[in-house]
């Protein structure tokens, strides 16, 4: 059984940071790329990291770039998001994803996600 589970939300003030974590179970998490998206209430979801499976190469987009990095544990079988000098466009949920092209669900997997609000 696949599990992606999330954990580190909740309420920070602007310029604060949080660090998300995702653990995963179920798959051969070393052979997945890893991201992070989030969706904001009236918004389209948007990728905010991505690390690669082999040479865990990462990207981010311009509106997190230099703010937000992604890791991961292969032996731990985790990824994290750390989040730095965060603004209030940043609220949103976030969601771990593990993806692979030709193995699992055509857009891979997916966690519960995990509120993170930035609101002084």
């Known amino acids: 059984q696949v599990q992606l589970v999330e954990s580190g939300g909740g309420l920070v003030q602007p310029g604060g940071s949080l660090r998300l974590s995702c653990a995963a179970s179920?798959?051969?998490?070393?052979?997945?790329?890893m991201n992070w998206y989030r969706k904001a209430p009236g918004k389209e979801r948007e990728l905010v990291a991505t690390?690669?499976?082999?040479?865990?190469?990462?990207d981010y987009p311009d509106s997190v770039k230099g703010r937000f990095t992604i890791s991961r544990d292969n032996s731990k079988n985790t990824a994290a998001l750390q989040m730095n000098s965060l603004k209030p466009e940043d609220t949103a949920v976030y969601y771990c994803?593990?993806?692979?092209?030709?193995?699992?669900?055509?857009?891979?997997?997916w966690g519960q996600g995990t509120q993170v609000t930035v609101s002084s």
């Open positions: 179920g798959f051969t998490f070393s052979r997945y790329a």
């Open positions: 994803n593990a993806y692979r092209r030709g193995l699992g669900p055509p857009d891979g997997y």
């Open positions: 690390i690669t499976s082999g040479t865990g190469s990462t």
